[in-house]
Structure formats: C-alpha cells, structure tokens
C-alpha cells in the first residue's frame, strides 16, 4: 500500500502533534500518520488526498480550492529542491528517518516554509519546530522498513 499525499502535505505532517479541522480528521490523520512512521511510501497526488478525505463532504471544506492547489505546488517545489530530485504527482518517496530529519531542519530553518505562507496552522507549525518537533506523531520509518521496500 502507499499513502496518497497532496503536495502541501508533506509539510504539514512534519509538525502534525494532534490538533485538525474536526475530530474524525484528527483521527484519520493519527491512522496516516502510523501508516507514514511504519514506512508505506508515499505517491505524491493531484488534489485531496488520505488525510483530506474526512473533510470532503463538508462544505467549508477547503481542498478542493485553487490556493490549495498554489500551496502543493509551491510545498512539492521546495521539498524537491531539498532532497535533490523532481517530484509531482506520481512520485513516490519513503519517509525514511534522514529524510525526516532533513525535512525538519529544513522547515525550522524555513527553507520550505514558502507554502505555508497564509496558512490557519503556521504558528502552530512553528512553535512545534521552534519546541525540536517535540510531540510531532510522524516517526522516520525504520531502516529495516526501507531495505524491505527497495527489495
């Protein structure tokens, strides 16, 4: 299996301590989250994705707005030009621990921070990488996890 991730997500699950929209989004993402930290990879979508999916039905839901849509392609800009290699929808990555870490130093550093820009959740965001990411729920998947994967 491979957890479907919108471009702006691969920020947000760097800080993601668990606080969201509504409970069964907070919920939902606790579930994604383990799936992430187990090591499933992650196939970079167009649009909503797992961790939208509890907000689709409901009307104020913002998914589906073209700002949104800005805020991926900016995020999937800067996460690619941190690790070296182009990604888009299709792409598929492991969120291995380097990897994780090279993220977060990145983002406290606010080199890929672009994104976030006007977001409801950056202060939030930044008091968790100003705090070393302390209560974050995503873990680096183990290495054994990765091997397992590249077999």
Partial sequence: MTVRLRGHHLLCLLTFVGEGYTPSFTRNYHVVAGRLSAGEPIEIVDGPDEICAPMLGLAEAHCRNENIGCRDSQALAAVADLLGFPLGPGSVLILDERRLQDLRGAFALGTVRAACD????????????????AGAVVRGAPVASVLREEL
């Fill in 118 to 133: 006007e977001c409801e959740w950056s202060a939030l965001c930044t008091r968790v990488a100003r705090d070393g990411f």
